[in-house]
């Protein structure tokens, strides 16, 4: 038994699990950290107005137990610098050898601020940065194990919690000004009579609306846009996304070629990845609002919360256009489709609509899949997000097969070399 800070509580599905013992025999013993970058600078894919050439790169980690309970997760980069996003990986991961899972998740709230608070490490990055980045990968990798241990998918593993151990999981120190922890829990309470209606539609593959990015990186010849767009159609995507903001005659040229592929009624967005200053973003919006966009993304500078809303201020009332988040890059779907999930069931009731790209999916032993422009939802346990071995042995940095080949000696260093 664990106490949670509301009431006393059965660890979850009994003392036992494939052997594994419990919760408290579960003792994280040592970790491993993989510096992965996968050259999708190659074809310049997850190109844009701001990186030019990106490699999508994740700093895993794979936290190991006493017994064969493993647990992984990532955090995502673009290239240079993954190493050391790796490096605050393994100065958080330090923090948790040495405890078991069942003191590890008795609170997670407790076990956020446990890993945020350490004195030293939080001078270089109190919850933001590259420390910060380390963090996530350490923190989803404890999720990734909680989940695996009790054989359920991360998001059914939150959903299947009462509101008072939904409200658990969450540090406040920082958000009360916002929502309470009273405040959280009458609202997750006031969602559960209506959520196994929502869940029928997460078993029906309905829960997750996905838009698809594959066709819209912005190098991409007009010829090839238009083909992977035509694909997305026909595989059942009825919303797009361009990048734009190198050029706004190549912008209009490019929307205008979308529009007339996908027709006025399916949905078209917009990422310009910071490129703008405010008056910039403003002014290239209106020249583009003839093509209906749905939203502007990162329209400026994410630091400038008076930009944004001058944005949104000059735009959304004219044009219809608001201002919302986004999750792509390579295992960043495979996380948010729990993170989407679990929102719609318990937290809002509103379903997310989420990025789809499908770059280099072969690398993720359990990747994700779209079917009739809705995620499918996962049901293998964990979160989604264990790259697979051979993945490993050939695309970690520096010394995996491919970044000592040819063309990964080529890139390896600067790869914008290539593109500019």
Same mark, same amino acid.
Not at 156 to 168: C, G, I, N, Y
Not at 189 to 195: D, H, I, P, S, V
Not at 334 to 352: F, P, R, W
């Given at each position: ?19 594994? !013992? ?42 190991? @137990?006493?017994? @064969? ?18 490096? %605050? ?8 050898? !040495? ?12 076990? =956020? ?9 939080? =001078? ?65 309470? *006031? ?21 698809? @990015? ?5 190098? +991409? ?62 002014? =290239? ?42 999750? %792509? *890059?390579?295992?960043?779907?495979? +996380? ?22 499908? @770059? ?22 964990? +979160? ?18 491919? =970044? ?17």
């Amino acid at each position: 038994m664990i106490s949670n800070g509301f009431k006393t509580v059965p660890q979850p599905n009994g003392n036992s699990h494939g052997g594994q !013992g419990t919760m408290a025999d579960i003792k994280i013993t040592k970790y491993t950290v993989h510096d992965l970058r996968f050259p999708t600078s190659l074809d310049v894919s997850g190109s844009d107005a701001m990186n030019l050439a990106p490699d999508y790169s994740a700093a895993y980690i794979i936290l190991q @137990t006493s017994t @064969t309970l493993t647990g992984q997760g990532f955090a995502f980069t673009i290239g240079r610098g993954n190493n050391l996003v790796c490096e %605050g990986a393994r100065m958080i991961a330090d923090r948790l050898v !040495g405890k078991t899972l069942a003191e590890l998740t008795a609170d997670m709230g407790k076990t =956020w601020r446990y890993l945020v608070d350490d004195s030293q490490l939080r =001078w270089v990055g109190p919850e933001k940065g590259v420390i910060h980045m380390g963090l996530s990968a350490c923190v989803n990798a404890l999720w990734d194990m909680w989940a695996r241990y009790v054989n359920k998918p991360v998001w059914k593993l939150v959903t299947d919690m009462t509101p008072a151990e939904f409200v658990r999981c969450v540090d406040f120190r920082y958000i009360q000004d916002a929502i309470t922890p009273k405040e959280a829990l009458e609202l997750l309470e *006031g969602l559960e009579g209506t959520k196994a209606k929502r869940l029928a539609e997460a078993k029906a593959n309905i829960a997750v609306p996905a838009y698809s @990015t594959q066709a819209g990186w912005l190098s +991409y010849s007009d010829e090839k846009m238009e083909t992977l767009m035509r694909g997305m159609l026909d595989e059942g995507f009825e919303k797009f996304k361009l990048k734009v903001g190198g050029d706004v005659e190549d912008d209009r040229r490019r929307c205008k070629i979308a529009r007339d592929i996908i027709g006025p009624h399916k949905s078209l967005m917009l990422d310009a990845n910071q490129v703008w200053g405010v008056t910039e973003a403003i002014d =290239w919006m209106v020249q583009l609002a003839e093509f209906k966009p749905d939203f502007i993304e990162e329209p400026t500078s994410p630091d400038d919360i008076l930009g944004h809303a001058a944005i949104r201020k000059a735009l959304k009332p004219r044009f219809g256009v608001p201002i919302v988040p986004h999750s %792509g *890059g390579i295992g960043l779907n495979e +996380y948010t489709q729990h993170l989407a999930i679990i929102n719609y069931l318990c937290v809002s009731g509103d379903k997310s609509l989420l990025e789809h790209i499908s @770059t280099f999916r072969e690398v993720i032993t359990e990747p994700l899949e779209v079917r009739n422009g809705h995620f499918v939802t996962p049901w293998e346990a964990g +979160y989604s997000v264990k790259f697979k071995d051979e993945a490993i042995s050939k695309y970690e940095f520096p010394n995996g097969d491919f =970044w000592k080949s040819k063309s990964g000696l080529e890139i390896r260093e600067y790869p914008e070399n290539l593109v500019i």
